[in-house]
């Protein structure tokens, strides 16, 4: 099963560009990496998801590397609306079956 | 299109008393999911129901926890008996497919359950 590992927190301005890197250094190589972002009081939300190299939707960019062992959400020009928390999921699948995982999640704070 | 329904919102019950949630998916949607939220942590994944069969319920705590789909649709994810360490959002969410590994889930609101 592929673990996940991502920073407890971050404090960012308004305005600027937010990296969140999760690591998941067992992931299968048929595995998705997907973001979620949750508010308080509420569920998940689908952000974005990747295989490799790049993702770009209208809200984020997901970076993935060759060795895809990490990955790394990208949030352009964050505004105080973005403060939640970001988890990253990823999908070790296999003969048929797979077992979902998220990690602890990242506490993104955006400072006026 | 109305999303995932999840009732009630919040519940308080006593230790080793019974509890029972409810969810209703999109319509529409082959798969569902049940998640324990613990405070300050992930989701971490109950069970997981393909129509109305099981696809993973390896961390279901099988001695208190038991979870239905009946024809495909609702689910009912009840404890019996409750514990203190059972205090957590319980989160559904369904998908369109969910075998596929790029199937998006869509949560509900979850609901809270404290255990005095």
């Not at chain 2, 495909?72 to 019996?80: A, R």
């Amino acid at each position: 099963l592929a673990k996940t590992t991502q920073p407890i927190s971050m404090d960012s301005y308004e305005g600027q560009e937010v990296n969140i890197t999760c690591s998941h250094n067992n992931i299968a190589t048929n595995d998705y990496i997907t973001w979620y972002q949750q508010f308080p009081s509420q569920g998940p939300r689908f952000i974005i998801q990747g295989y490799k190299t790049k993702v770009t939707n209208e809200v984020a960019s997901l970076f993935i590397p060759a060795d895809r062992k990490s990955s790394t959400l990208s949030l352009p020009r964050v505004s105080l609306s973005d403060t939640a928390v970001y988890y990253c999921l990823v999908l070790a699948s296999g003969a048929g079956s797979y077992q979902l995982t998220f990690g602890k999640g990242t506490k993104l704070s955006v400072i006026p | 299109e109305a999303g995932v329904a999840q009732s009630p919102r919040y519940k308080i019950i006593e230790k080793r008393q019974s509890v029972a949630f409810w969810c209703n998916p999109i319509s529409g949607h082959a798969t569902l999911y049940w998640y324990q939220q613990i405070l300050g942590q992930g989701p971490k994944l109950l069970i997981q129901f393909q129509n109305n069969g099981v696809v993973d319920d390896s961390q279901l705590p099988k001695d208190r926890f038991s979870a239905e789909r009946l024809k495909g649709v609702d689910s009912t994810l009840k404890i019996q008996p409750a514990k203190l360490e059972d205090s957590a959002v319980y989160l559904c969410a369904s998908s369109p497919e969910g075998l596929a590994s790029t199937d998006t889930q869509y949560f509900g609101p979850g609901t809270r359950l404290t255990v005095l």
